[in-house]
């Protein structure tokens, strides 16, 4: 099955920062990768997702890149903010199963006023 | 107000008491899924449905089971619980499956003693 691997695990920034996670996926067929934001004591919200045809996508501070040959997507964050510190979750849609979705351990990013 | 909405939110019981974790969503979606969040492992897929009456199992099925009989729910049922489903539950659903955005419900933290 797909195997998704995120980095770093923690990430600590200044507001105004940029802010950059990274993920590896193993499954060559996989042709979906969302990224999803965890504020304390709620469940995941997407906040952006990117489609295997696609290389690079970008809403307002949010960015996500995809490289197809080596198998990596990661996520930007520019300015940060405070209210941006969550846990952020990337994923993975493989070929193995019709309808899975394999998760990254999630990154916990805090920035600091 | 388009939602999923889970119960009980947080459940203490003993090994081998059956329960259930209820799971109903307003949106019409057809597809469901079940994942448990564990510190350091991030999001596991227990199991999908892409419509009523079809199921699937995800990573991690094994001491679990789910049924769909309507659209708008998706039980999850735990026959035995044990010790090592002490987690956080959370249900999701999408308009039609994993390639779409999953609204998450809000959780359900389960202790099993």
């Known amino acids: 099955g797909e195997n998704v691997e995120q980095h770093p695990s923690t990430l600590s920034v200044q507001e105004g920062d940029s802010a950059v996670i990274k993920c590896t996926y193993s499954d060559s067929a996989s042709n979906y990768f969302p990224w999803y934001k965890q504020e304390l004591g709620k469940g995941p919200q997407l906040i952006i997702d990117i489609r295997s045809n696609v290389g690079e996508k970008k809403d307002q501070r949010i960015a996500v890149t995809l490289n197809k040959t080596a198998k990596h997507f990661s996520l930007h964050i520019t300015e940060t903010q405070p209210e941006d510190s969550a846990v952020y979750f990337c994923?993975?849609?493989?070929?193995?199963?019709?309808?899975?979705?394999?998760f990254g351990k999630g990154t916990m990013l805090l920035v600091s006023p | 107000e388009a939602q999923v909405t889970q119960n009980p939110r947080y459940l203490i019981t003993v090994t081998g008491k059956k329960l259930t974790v209820t799971c109903s969503q307003n949106?019409?979606?057809?597809?469901m899924s079940w994942y448990r969040q564990d510190p350091g492992l991030g999001l596991r897929q227990i199991y999908y449905s892409m419509n009523v009456e079809v199921t699937d199992k995800g990573d991690v099925p094994e001491g679990y089971k789910v049924s769909r009989k309507e659209k708008r729910n998706f039980p999850l049922i735990l026959e035995s619980p044990s010790p090592n489903q002490t987690s956080l539950y959370f249900c999701a659903s999408s308009p039609r499956d994993s390639t779409y955005e999953q609204y998450f419900g809000p959780g359900t933290r389960l202790t099993v003693t």
């Open positions: 994923a993975a849609r493989g070929n193995s199963g019709y309808s899975t979705l394999t």
């Open positions: 949106m019409n979606h057809e597809y």
